[in-house]
């Protein structure tokens, strides 16, 4: 029960050509794959995302063992999915043979898992700070209609920040009640989930307080939002950000042409 094995939003500073874009390249394509992504209901085009989810990871220098690694938290979830999905057409609908319910199951949990791990990738390859400036940057436009842009970015750059820190602490929390004879891991399912509630109440505890004492070190620091502020090291868009967002826009639209292709091959 290692939880600061878990590296899931950690930053990892390595030298790579995605580790080299600018954020708001990212960021941008990002939201253009999870777009694409969250309503693809085919495997081809599953299968496809996977494959560029590969060359990414590639193109990045990390290893896919550590980025499949890091997404276990979130593997109960795909588990949850897929037994809904499944569970939902085999009962609710008479017409459905058990292999196409399993089949439905088995592409709402990949796509999840899909989108989880494009997720992922982001802050593994972008420091929380060029991170926060990146999101800042793109959502300053709406700064005229009253949107606190700034303050969007910097809540993000600090959960980015917090989440290694949490995960250090639920690690030595674990220890301290195991260390006192609590079985955190035996038993059933229920008696797993309310022999955790001696973790999470200090857990919250320790949040709470690092909350506060943040706060009070931006007060103390004179913080009074974004206005005035300026960056030590500005975001500079180059001519491979140009390219990066182009091909992935080139690429979405190959693999939606390629999978309308093979659906009408397929109903022939």
Not at 23 to 42: C, H, M, N, Q, T
Request: with cysteine; glycine share 8%; net charge positive.
């Amino acid at each position: 029960m290692a939880f600061a094995s878990v590296s899931m939003g950690q930053y990892v500073p390595i030298r790579s050509f995605v580790h080299s874009l600018d954020p708001r390249a990212k960021l941008f394509s990002l939201a253009g794959i999870v777009a694409a992504l969250f309503p693809s209901d085919e495997p081809v085009s599953l299968s496809c995302y996977a494959l560029a989810f590969w060359g990414a990871v590639r193109l990045s220098r990390l290893s896919l063992g550590m980025v499949l690694k890091s997404c276990r938290p979130v593997l109960f979830l795909a588990l949850f999915t897929f037994a809904f999905n499944a569970g939902a057409l085999l009962w609710g609908t008479a017409a459905e043979t058990p292999v196409r319910a399993l089949g439905a199951g088995a592409v709402a949990a990949s796509r999840l898992l899909l989108l989880v791990f494009f997720a992922v990738l982001l802050p593994l390859t972008t420091a929380p700070l060029e991170l926060a400036d990146g999101l800042e940057s793109l959502l300053s436009p709406f700064g005229r209609f009253g949107f606190p842009a700034h303050e969007c970015a910097m809540m993000t750059g600090v959960a980015l920040r917090f989440i290694p820190l949490l995960m250090d602490e639920t690690d030595r929390i674990v220890k301290a009640q195991l260390s006192r004879g609590a079985e955190l891991d035996q038993g059933g399912a229920v008696r797993r989930m309310l022999a955790f509630f001696p973790v999470l109440i200090p857990l919250f505890v320790i949040i709470f307080r690092r909350a506060d004492e943040l706060a009070l070190a931006m007060e103390a620091r004179g913080y009074q939002g974004g206005k005035g502020r300026t960056r030590r090291r500005p975001l500079v868009w180059k001519k491979r950000d140009t390219g990066a967002t182009i091909f992935v826009v080139f690429m979405i639209a190959v693999f939606s042409v390629f999978t309308r292709l093979f659906r009408s091959f397929a109903g022939l």
